[in-house]
């Protein structure tokens, strides 16, 4: 039987992410997908692989909402958009309710964001200049040193060393694992002090608060990046069930909260980049 389900349409540059909540903002359907060069196309596949898991199809679609670089290119489902940082605050609020500090790690850039107890944005920081820290920066390490992002995860929890970077930047990086495996270093120690530099240049954008929530494709993907930065501020560190879809759900829930047939202009939140 039909249900009303509410969407939510996460397209970002490197992976569109799309939910499906019903109407007490349970996820009943999920999808990811590289989003390529076709955002609509990418974002229509992954829309209906998630109405098909949660036993819904379009017509049972209330509203929809979207979110992050491609936003703008699903008009063919939702006429509404919010911002990325609104979405991954309202997703991460919604699991964990009161203070929190949200550290997103994405392909393209970081973003430390502080909510209060009533889940509203007290500070926000975001690194996009460069690709220190994000995935593009595990990626191109993947590259130079011809594993998987999985294998790299799976080394770092072998290390039983740690080597570390001296540089930030990629480039500089690359040339340093280039000369680290000349040197005869281990593969395991260099990954666990690549993944350290991911950890160490987002903990320098801002400082933390006590409850600290963990989002991305790199925090799913890479686990141990979760449990290397819980050692490094010294307390646990919370995960939703699917920290990629952090905005996603955000997004869905945004379309929940929606009135019939009313429309509300987006207010696009400040960014501040360093």
């Given at each position: 039987?039909?249900?009303?389900?509410?969407?939510?349409?996460?397209?970002?540059?490197?992976?569109?992410?799309?939910?499906?909540?019903?109407?007490?903002?349970?996820?009943?359907?999920?999808?990811?997908?590289?989003s390529g060069t076709d955002f609509p196309a990418t974002a229509a596949f992954c829309l209906d692989a998630?109405?098909?898991?949660?036993?819904?199809?379009?017509?049972?679609i209330v509203a929809a909402v979207s979110t992050g670089y491609g936003r703008a290119t699903v008009s063919f489902v939702t006429d509404r958009s919010k911002s990325e940082i609104?979405?991954?605050?309202?997703?991460?609020?919604?699991?964990?309710?009161?203070?929190?500090?949200?550290?997103?790690i994405g392909a393209q850039d970081n973003k430390?964001?502080?909510?209060?107890?009533?889940?509203?944005?007290?500070?926000?920081?975001?690194?996009?200049?460069c690709a220190?820290?994000?995935?593009?920066?595990l990626e191109e390490m993947s590259y130079r040193l011809d594993i998987t992002l999985e294998e790299m995860n799976d080394l770092a929890?072998?290390?039983?060393?740690?080597?570390?970077?001296?540089?930030?930047?990629?480039?500089?990086?690359?040339?340093?694992?280039?000369?680290?495996?000349r040197h005869g270093k281990k593969i395991a120690d260099i990954v666990k002090g690549i993944f350290y530099s991911v950890i160490k240049r987002v903990l320098e954008m801002d400082s933390l608060t006590e409850r600290v929530v963990m989002t991305g494709g790199v925090v799913a993907h890479?686990?141990?990046?979760?449990?290397?930065?819980?050692?490094?501020?010294?307390?646990?560190?919370?995960?939703?069930?699917?920290?990629?879809?952090a905005g996603a759900i955000g997004a869905a829930l945004y379309a929940a909260e929606q009135k019939e047939n009313t429309e509300t202009p987006e207010n696009e939140d400040s960014e501040t980049e360093i």
């Open positions: 039987m039909s249900q009303p389900v509410y969407v939510g349409l996460d397209l970002g540059a490197s992976r569109t992410k799309v939910v499906v909540i019903d109407q007490k903002g349970n996820l009943i359907g999920h999808a990811v997908k590289k998630s109405l098909e898991m949660a036993g819904a199809t379009r017509d049972d609104g979405c991954i605050a309202k997703g991460c609020h919604h699991y964990f309710p009161g203070s929190i500090t949200i550290i997103d430390i964001i502080k909510l209060n107890s009533s889940g509203g944005r007290s500070s926000f920081k975001m690194n996009r200049k220190a820290g994000t995935g593009s920066f929890g072998q290390s039983e060393n740690i080597i570390k970077l001296g540089s930030y930047c990629t480039v500089f990086s690359a040339t340093e694992v280039l000369e680290n495996i890479n686990r141990f990046i979760v449990t290397m930065t819980e050692e490094m501020i010294e307390r646990p560190v919370l995960l939703p069930e699917y920290p990629q879809l």
